[in-house]
């Protein structure tokens, strides 16, 4: 079978337009699709008929090819996804614009360059210019005198041999490195569109009555009456934050406070969004992710190999959902048996272990995260049937809590506040079994 359109090379997808490059997609992934679902799990080339394979060999060469374009036809999707997403954003920004001041002598630099007290300041800068951090570096009330004493005056004499032991031990300096746990990344929510948001709630109206009677007529006849209905849908914005008590001992420490805060905090708190946006259980205080928004569709693997199930999970995302999907959400160990895929006499499907191998699949960039549950991969139109509407950024704010004062600390709290919106379930499929 023939491919309507024709790619010999890396360089002829660029010059493709949206709807080609959707349909070479569509029957790459479905040849490949057919070539799998006839090699059966142990891959066997003897029973594919769709394509010529007369080994092992032949047949990885040949799906290695299809994916090589897929993977190719995937990043420009991605690419032209981009471009929609900054369209629409530059239009939204555009209505918001609408009837302000738009004189361009406004926005001119200022002569000497920018003020440096209205640069955005660092999550860490604006904890240590607070009222509550300088009021506890200087601890009204308290007096203190720096005494000339040498601490050679406090050494013993001996009659031993002066070594470290009795004298002075070696003076050690850290190096200024800090070694920081082993965290999750923050891989999802770079894949999700975000908008900013005023509102309290997200509110939108959804279609939830369709009915097109629409037929043929004869003349003088009468025209078939169809049915269209809405209903009002609601996103309660939600909020995540963490506190954190500091001592007055640790404040006298300024830069390493300030920039260990704006690094930490604010990635505890955007870390949380991050696996809330995938598998928040949508009881309030939680958001809503896309693994428990109900009326997702479910494709369970089976009897399929991995790269089948997830083929028929996108296949969901556009007949059921009626969209296009743009990622693949896929834990670490689900995807290593995607990797390690070989034919029936050994070879590798996804590319031989002295290479990297393509991070795609079905011609769909995979994201592995610890943040979808293992064994379900997560495969969905983020682009255009989801947002994260941002309510509020991370935000510090600085205060005593309880004894904090007559402790000697402060606390510092950060925070954010968002609303996810899976505005089409039906656009998201959970590939179980994996």
């Given amino acids: 079978m023939a491919f309507a359109v024709k790619i010999d090379k890396k360089d002829d997808v660029a010059t493709l337009t949206p709807t080609n490059v959707r349909k070479a997609i569509a029957e790459r992934s479905e040849k490949l699709h057919q070539v799998f679902d006839q090699a059966g799990a142990d891959l066997d080339p003897s029973k594919v008929t769709v394509i010529e394979a007369a080994d092992g060999q032949s047949l990885a060469l040949q799906i290695s090819a299809m994916n090589d374009e897929l993977a190719w036809l995937g990043e420009r999707a991605t690419e032209l996804d981009k471009i929609d997403s900054a369209r629409a954003a530059a239009d939204r920004w555009g209505a918001y614009g609408r009837g302000y001041d738009q004189d361009p002598a406004n926005f001119a630099p200022k002569p000497g360059g920018p003020d440096p007290e209205e640069r955005p300041k660092s999550f860490g800068q604006l904890f240590v210019a607070s009222n509550a951090f300088k009021a506890a570096r200087s601890r009204a009330g308290a007096t203190s005198a720096v005494l000339p004493v040498s601490p050679m005056n406090f050494l013993r004499a001996f009659n031993t041999e002066f070594t470290t032991s009795a004298g002075f031990a070696p003076e050690t300096t850290r190096t200024g490195r800090v070694v920081l746990s082993a965290q999750r990344e923050i891989e999802v929510l770079d894949a999700i569109p975000m908008f900013p948001t005023t509102q309290a709630a997200i509110v939108y109206m959804e279609e939830t009555t369709f009915t097109n009677n629409a037929a043929e007529r004869s003349e003088s006849g009468a025209y078939a009456e169809a049915a269209l209905a809405f209903t009002e849908q609601s996103k309660t914005v939600r909020s995540i934050g963490v506190s954190l008590p500091v001592t007055d001992e640790q404040l006298a420490d300024e830069a390493g406070i300030a920039a260990y805060l704006d690094q930490r905090l604010s990635f505890m708190v955007r870390q949380r969004l991050d696996g809330q946006c995938l598998a928040g259980n949508g009881t309030p205080p939680n958001i809503l992710g896309t693994l428990n928004v109900g009326s997702i569709n479910t494709q369970a693997k089976g009897g399929d190999n991995v790269p089948d199930a997830v083929y028929k999970g996108a296949k969901a995302v556009r007949v059921t959902g009626r969209a296009m999907p743009t990622v693949v959400f896929a834990h670490p160990n689900d995807w290593q048996d995607v990797r390690l895929l070989k034919t029936a006499d050994g070879v590798y499907i996804w590319g031989s272990p002295s290479e990297a ?68 379930p039906a656009a998201f499929t959970a590939v179980t079994g994996v």
């Fill in 357 to 424: 191998g393509p991070a795609r699949i079905w011609g769909l960039p995979v994201v592995e995260t610890t943040a979808v549950t293992e064994n379900t991969m997560v495969v969905g139109d983020y682009q255009r049937h989801s947002g994260l509407h941002m309510r509020q950024d991370v935000e510090v704010a600085v205060g005593y809590v309880n004894d904090d004062f007559t402790d000697g600390r402060v606390t510092v709290r950060a925070g954010v506040r968002a609303a996810l919106v899976h505005y089409r």
